[in-house]
């Protein structure tokens, strides 16, 4: 999982020209699924968007000391499958680094539960998963970070090994996945 965090002193989204979920000062959360992402990704990401220290302290000048939670913000989460899109190719984004709608949704929807569980949940907002949304913000700072909830790396069976090239004599890494 993917997600682009926005310090802000205010957003909100409209979707068909209603406000459907608007917050104050606190963080937007624009948030995509991966093929392979699981609840473990979720999980960690959730706990990242929460413990995030984004804001000073006002009363020692201390950088960076307070997350959402410490400073009683509130957070806006919405969907955005847009941000693994690959653009490595011409001038048309390939999106084919999300996952299936059906799929993402359901995950999202368990990321979003997670955020809203380990804060207060009334200062926890959602976007409309799939909508063509309007998203404004009031950006604090400006403030943006990527975080990233990667799935862990396969167990390996020992290290890795070297092995002479068949054709070439070239020494080649094998990994134990490739082995």
Request: proline content about 6%; hydrophobic content about 35%.
């Amino acid at each position: 999982m993917k997600a682009i965090l926005q310090r802000v002193l205010s957003a909100s989204v409209t979707v068909d020209k209603e406000v459907v979920s608007s917050i104050g000062k606190g963080v937007l959360v624009f948030a995509a699924v991966a093929p392979g992402d699981t609840e473990k990704e979720a999980d960690s990401l959730a706990a990242k968007v929460l413990k995030m220290k984004l804001w000073d302290d006002e009363s020692d000048g201390g950088k960076w000391k307070h997350n959402v939670q410490e400073i009683n913000g509130e957070v806006l989460c919405v969907s955005q499958f847009t941000l693994l899109a690959s653009t490595k190719k011409g001038n048309k984004p390939d999106f084919h680094g999300s996952m299936a709608p059906t799929e993402a949704r359901q995950l999202y929807e368990y990321f979003f539960s997670k955020v809203q569980s380990g804060y207060v949940p009334d200062r926890v907002k959602n976007g409309v998963f799939q909508a063509m949304m309007e998203v404004a913000l009031v950006n604090d700072g400006p403030v943006t970070l990527e975080i990233t909830a990667t799935p862990p790396p396969p167990k390996q069976n020992g290290g890795v090994k070297k092995v002479k090239g068949q054709k070439t004599g070239d020494e080649s890494i094998i990994t134990p996945q490739d082995a």
